[in-house]
């Protein structure tokens, strides 16, 4: 199983990114799926999970990041709005089945 992801980038505070996963290999059906993130010096930290019917944000970004997912391209993205300097970080892809699986990750910098 590999997740790939995609989407990060450079933005300035206020602004809004679309974070891209999509899953391929043997095992198909991930769930939950969802991101974590990582800023430099600190933990890797849960930013959003979606299961079949439920979603679940971190409270810091509650109101403005959005988590879905398309289950016919097996893919989940993360709309980021309203950037702000500390959700700066790689953001890693996450999916579950049996065990934990990990995308490379993607860095988000939003930076003026």
């Known amino acids: 199983v590999q997740l790939q992801a995609s989407g990060g980038g450079l933005v300035q505070p206020g602004g809004s990114l679309t974070l891209s996963c999509a899953v391929s290999g043997r095992i198909l059906n991930l769930n939950p799926m969802g991101w974590y993130r990582q800023a430099p010096g600190k933990e890797r930290e849960l930013v959003a999970l979606i299961t079949s019917g439920s979603t679940n944000l971190a409270e810091s970004v509650k109101g403005r990041f959005t988590i879905s997912r398309d289950n016919a391209k097996i893919a989940v993205y993360l709309q980021m709005n309203n950037l702000k300097s500390e959700d700066t970080a790689i953001y890693y892809c996450?999916?579950?089945?049996?065990?934990?699986?990990w995308g490379r990750g993607t860095l988000v910098t939003v930076s003026s």
């Open positions: 996450y999916g579950f089945r049996g065990k934990p699986y």
